[in-house]
């Protein structure tokens, strides 16, 4: 189980977190609002308003914590055993 957690957290990390800040994201026209993250994968977000920051704001969160929230509700389902296999079981009891 241990070993199974370590490897989908890891692919995790490489493919989805690792991968999103290699680009810029600038969201819709409506929006003056610009997300960069540097080395470190630290959203930098400059806009030209409040709205626009906190929007910004609230999106970068969202990449971030994609899988926390996923796992959460795949937990609340009681549907864990999908993504780490049997010995999750219990989990989803």
């Not at 977190?17 to 810029?24: A, Q």
């Not at 993250?37 to 970068?60: M, Q, S, T, V």
């Not at 914590?65 to 796992?71: A, D, N, P, V, W």
């Amino acid at each position: 189980m241990k070993k199974l957690c370590f490897i989908f957290t890891l692919l995790f990390w490489i493919f989805i977190y690792k991968l999103s800040f290699l680009e810029k994201d600038t969201l819709s026209s409506k929006r003056n609002l610009t997300i960069f993250r540097d080395g470190e994968g630290i959203p930098h977000i400059y806009a030209k308003n409040y709205d626009d920051l906190f929007y910004g704001l609230g999106y970068a969160q969202g990449q971030d914590r994609l899988f926390t929230l996923y796992f959460k509700k795949m937990l609340v389902e009681g549907r864990v055993s999908e993504i780490f296999g049997k010995d999750a079981i219990l989990l989803d009891l």
